[in-house]
């Protein structure tokens, strides 16, 4: 159950899932927090760029451990994609560097480019993201105006769905394309990555116009709450019903539970308990929230070598 309180008045361990609105950077989102919440230890698991909106998770005093973990799930999307014109930062808020336009662009072409950039994929971020080439921000390279290459990484576009499309004027008089889609993809994707690639390859360039996070994880839009409510009212998801929405579950005696405190590493299950969002009866792979009596959120561990190592302990 949430738990709620006055804003200032300090808060339980665990998450907070914020409707981020347009112009807010998440950094300015975690300071809001900070001070509604009555504690500087607030952090965010995932970036969204001040022009996007949507599902922002901030985690809470002990739950900011959770974050680095909860970033590297799957997220969903809506966005719209302008097709016809090609900008700085590929998105609405770069200067437009090319207007060849998109009209006679054939569906068939659009279908077809939407499908080459699903499934695992090599994609370049954008040259403004927060990547670090050689120890320096690439969008503080980019400002400076430096020549540099970002390396294309592997990124899994699970879903990338064309729901409407429709011609439009630019500001400059450019006939443009608009398609809305939506996009369910693994964490580290690029939006705007795709706009732009889809694009560049039906040869009229493509920029991001609109961006909404609508999930990230089992965290979606009806649990996210504006700033305005939070101020009034702080609605905190509880530490341990966050990591078993988020995590496969493993439930521990109390011997194990013992043992797992002291930093022993204890045998895993081989899959045939457990519960939770993961694969398969088992905890599954990658990290493991672990419980002891009473329910008890005790640890994150993953398995190594058939044993349990804790990536943070909680009690």
């Known amino acids: 159950m949430t738990r709620k309180g006055r804003a200032g008045s300090g808060a339980p361990d665990g998450l907070v899932i914020v409707d981020k609105p347009a112009g807010f950077t998440s950094h300015d989102v975690v300071a809001k927090l900070r001070r509604f919440a009555g504690t500087r230890r607030v952090g965010h698991a995932g970036t969204l760029d001040p022009m996007a909106t949507g599902v922002l998770v901030v985690g809470v005093e002990k739950a900011t451990r959770l ?31 090319a207007s060849d336009g998109a009209a006679g662009v054939d569906p068939g ?49 699970s879903s990338f769905v064309l729901h409407d499309r ?31 690639d889809l694009g560049a390859g039906l040869g009229v360039g493509g920029h991001l116009t609109a961006l909404r996070r609508t999930r990230v994880g089992p965290y979606g839009l009806e649990a996210a709450r504006t700033l305005e409510r939070l101020e009034e009212s702080l609605e905190i998801l509880p530490i341990a019903e966050a990591a ?66 804790s990536l943070a302990v909680f009690v």
């Open 67 to 97: 974050l680095g973990h909860l970033a590297l799930t799957e997220k969903e999307y809506r966005a719209t994609i302008r097709l016809g014109q090609t900008t700085v930062t590929d998105d609405a808020e770069g200067e437009i560097t």
């Open 109 to 157: 072409a659009v279908r077809a480019g939407i499908e080459e950039l699903t499934g695992d994929i090599q994609q370049v971020p954008s040259k403004v993201s927060a990547i670090k080439i050689d120890g320096k921000r690439s969008y503080a390279r980019a400002r400076e105006g430096e020549e540099f290459a970002i390396p294309a990484r592997p990124v899994t576009v």
């Open 166 to 196: 429709r011609e439009a004027k630019a500001e400059d008089g450019t006939t443009v394309l608009d398609l809305d889609v939506t996009v369910v993809c693994s964490s580290g994707t690029y939006i705007r990555a795709l706009a732009r």
């Open 244 to 309: 078993a929405a988020a995590f496969p579950r493993w439930d521990v005696d109390e011997r194990q539970a013992r043992l797992l405190g002291n930093g022993v590493r204890i045998e895993m299950p081989s899959g045939e308990t457990g519960s939770g969002p993961g694969p398969g009866p088992g905890p599954g792979p990658g990290p493991v929230a672990v419980f002891g009596p009473e329910g008890r959120f005790l640890a994150l561990v993953e398995e190594s070598k058939g044993k349990a190592k």
